[in-house]
């Protein structure tokens, strides 16, 4: 029970800093923007329109929300030893995975809420343009919020090994665009001859399928995501966790 | 000393957590590999026209298929809607006419094929791009085979058969009613035409340029009424100007029509 | 006896910092043994480099030592029993600006296990203790220096701590900041709190602690007692100048 306050005093007060962080303001100004510049595309689609303005409005809120989200994710850790606010934290009995768990409560909460915000943003737009809800919406948001859980846990991970945040950055943005690949580079390992493609296989087994949770581009197959999907998620944010537990463990200040 | 042993445990403790962070990601590798089944073409499909690569790149890398196919929608209807001059011999009329709907959409256009596959490549669920296009390719240019060839590819990769795919799966009807249609196109029969399309036209999703086509059939056929229901749909729906002030000029046609009597308006 | 606060016994702490090809070692303390004992005021001097950082980070479980053995109040410092009493001040903390100075302290008492009512009167105790209630409304942003000092301390209070770890507790504040911070401790110690404070300034800690702990280059030069530095001519400060040459 002392912990779980611990762990919701931590996620709140990272989610309460990055909402006063300015560059919340920033992106959330830059997703009004772009939104608002998908209206321009969809004019250019003419009947399609809405398909146009609800494909390019969900792509920019998952686009911002990433950018933002790795931002925070790669930056926080090393802003807080950086400012040695973390000697105040590691200093008192809080649990080294309390804290991990927290901050990346706190990060999911600002991605949740970020995500609402340019929702509520572009189905404003798409209203006012006289169209109504897609059909796959709710279930297009909830994969990006599932995709960006698993990054930013990803994040944590490799911020605590790597020397800079932009170190992390590069890092996690290229694990997003292999996770996007998985399933085209098993296509090719399964193609492998031999040992050589079962080792490539199960090697690339350890990169996450973000396309699992890509409601957004598999709406054509009209299917929801489904709760099988979020075994995966659960399994490889708590596996980024635990690395980057193994390695919170034994760092020092 | 204690703390040598303490230490032994604490990194044994340590090791056990990285062991179990690589079995939770190879585990949920390995369930997600036998679950997944991409409902998009395999990647041996995409013939990228040189001028794409980097959009299909971003397209898979970022998973944004849907936004990048609309981009080459939009780029095919712009190619499309370009007046195309097409040689010395061939007069500007040839070109695309929005105007006189008997010569709508005539002209080469020989890039309209590949580009209109690259949409469905990209995304093969996006069924307005393939009506459209097939249509297109029919209808307006005389090019049967090759709108058989795209319906093919079409129905081909339809993503069906996913679990909960429901309607996508119900489209493939669409891809087959227009393939019927594209056969009657062939054959010189463009009643046949119009009425197989017919239920094609009431799904909200119905390409503008189908029901134009569809409306100029009926009323080429004398099917005066049928053609009136669909220009009103064209005037009261369709986002392109240009379509709802030719549906509104031929309504008005089409009331004067009714004025004079079907006798004389059928021999026009 | 006197119970002991902390306990260093062959201590080692060296820092391995990686290069292109291996890594370069840098041992910051050696073979280092002494205690603290429990409700007394310990200094610890020592020139730039001399190890009294890492000690303290030793201390508070944010360094691990390479060989040797450290303990508060007989457990190992990265016990949550041990952090639970041990409250700690680091040189020049920061707060986020943006927060008044009872909303940051909330914060750090929650991470201490504390909530409701008990939370609410520990910060506003703090606060007072610290003089810092005057300035309950303004923003952590419109602080000096002094301000800053002193809601660190608050922080390092708020769980009634029986250790107190202090790095410059009053380093770059003006006279009067330090006579009241001082004051302060002084308070704290006949409450029965430990202290354990490091300085670059001599007479801060002939003024305050009962035992001092000399550092020089990574090693206990030597222990002093209040004793011996009040008897010796020259002080402290001729006994330190000694050590350090």
């Known amino acids: 029970m002392r912990n779980l306050l611990i762990i919701r005093a931590v996620a709140f007060n990272s989610f309460v800093e990055s909402v006063r962080n300015r560059f919340f303001t920033l992106f959330a100004v830059f997703a009004f923007t772009a939104v608002y510049a998908s209206v321009l595309a969809g004019v250019m689609a003419v009947d399609q329109e809405a398909r146009v303005l609800a494909d390019f409005g969900l792509a920019l809120i998952e686009l911002t929300a990433l950018a933002y989200s790795l931002f925070a994710a790669s930056s926080t850790l090393l802003r807080e030893a950086e400012t040695k606010t973390i000697y105040l934290v590691f200093s008192r009995p809080v649990p080294r995975w309390a804290y991990l768990a927290g901050k990346l409560c706190g990060a999911l909460l600002t991605a949740g809420l970020m995500l609402v915000v340019m929702a509520a943003m572009h189905l404003s737009l798409l209203a006012f343009r006289g169209f109504g809800l897609p059909a796959f919406y709710a279930w297009a948001l909830a994969g990006t919020f599932l995709k960006l859980a698993v990054i930013i846990s990803f994040a944590f991970f490799v911020s605590l090994f790597s020397t800079s945040a932009v170190s992390t950055l590069v890092i996690a943005s290229i694990m997003w665009t292999l996770g996007h690949f998985a399933s085209e580079a098993r296509f090719l390992a399964e193609r492998a001859p031999g040992i050589q493609g079962a080792v490539l296989t199960a090697f690339l087994w350890l990169i996450p399928n973000l396309q699992l949770f890509n409601a957004r581009d598999a709406a054509g197959a009209a299917s929801p995501l489904g709760l099988a999907v979020l075994f995966p998620a659960a399994a490889w944010v708590a596996a980024s966790c635990l690395g980057a537990l193994w390695l919170l463990s034994r760092k020092e200040f | ?268 | 006896m006197t119970a002991c606060a902390v306990s260093f016994s062959g201590v080692e702490k060296t820092y391995k910092r990686p290069r292109l090809l291996g890594a370069e070692y840098h041992t910051a303390v050696k073979d280092l043994s002494f205690e603290i004992p429990a409700g007394e005021i310990t200094g610890l001097l020592g020139l730039n480099g001399a190890g009294k950082t890492t000690i303290m980070k030793l201390i508070t479980g944010l360094l691990f030592p390479t060989a040797g053995q450290v303990r508060v109040f007989g457990q190992p410092p990265s016990d949550v029993a041990a952090k639970a009493r041990v409250g700690f001040l680091p040189e020049l903390p920061y707060f986020p600006p943006q927060v008044k100075p009872a909303d940051a302290l909330e914060y750090y008492g929650r991470l201490s296990g504390l909530s409701g009512a008990e939370l609410s009167r520990a910060v506003e105790s703090s606060m007072k203790k610290t003089g810092l209630e005057p300035h309950a409304g303004k923003r952590i942003s419109e602080f000096s220096k002094g301000m800053l000092q002193r809601l660190g301390l608050g922080q390092a209070l708020l769980h009634k701590p029986d250790l107190l770890v202090l790095d410059e507790p009053v380093s770059g504040l003006d006279p009067l900041a330090i006579h009241d911070i001082r004051a302060l401790l002084a308070g704290l110690n006949a409450e029965g709190c430990a202290i354990f404070l490091s300085s670059h300034s001599i007479s801060e800690v002939e003024k305050l602690a009962s035992r001092v702990l000399l550092m020089v280059s990574g090693k206990l030069a030597a222990a002093v007692t209040r004793a011996q530095w009040e008897s010796a001519p020259g002080g402290l400060e001729k006994i330190f100048v000694e050590a350090v040459k």
């Open chain 2, 1 to 268: 000393m204690q703390s040598i042993s303490a230490l032994k445990a604490g990194a044994r403790g340590r090791g056990l957590l990285i062991l179990a962070a690589a079995a939770l990601a190879w585990a949920a590798g390995g369930f997600s590999s036998r679950r997944y089944v991409s409902p998009f073409p395999p990647p041996s499909e995409m013939r990228v026209p040189a001028v794409g690569a980097t959009g299909d790149m971003m397209a898979l890398a970022l998973g944004a298929r849907r936004l990048f196919a609309d981009l080459w929608f939009i780029r095919l209807m712009q190619y499309y809607g370009t007046r195309e001059f097409s040689g010395e011999e061939e007069s500007e009329s040839a070109g695309h006419n929005h105007e006189a709907e008997e010569h709508y959409g005539e002209g080469k256009y020989p890039l309209f094929l590949p580009m209109a596959r690259h949409v469905l490549e990209v995304d093969p669920a996006f069924t307005a791009a393939g009506l459209y296009g097939a249509a297109s390719l029919a209808f307006n240019m005389k090019r049967g085979d090759e709108a058989t060839e795209l319906l093919n590819y079409a129905l081909k990769y339809n993503p069906r058969g996913r679990s909960g795919a429901t309607q996508f799966s119900e489209d493939r009807w669409k891809y087959l009613t227009m393939l019927a249609a594209v056969g009657y196109s062939k054959s010189g029969n463009p009643v046949a035409v119009a009425e197989a399309i017919a239920p094609i036209l009431k799904d909200p999703d119905c390409p503008v340029m189908l029901k134009q086509l569809a409306a100029f059939l009926n009323k080429k056929a004398g099917n005066y009424a049928a053609a009136a229901v669909i220009y009103a749909d064209i005037a009261a729906t369709s986002r392109d100007e240009a379509y709802v002030k030719n549906a509104r000029r031929e309504l008005e046609k089409l009331a004067g029509i009714k004025r004079q009597g079907p006798a004389r308006g059928a021999s026009r």
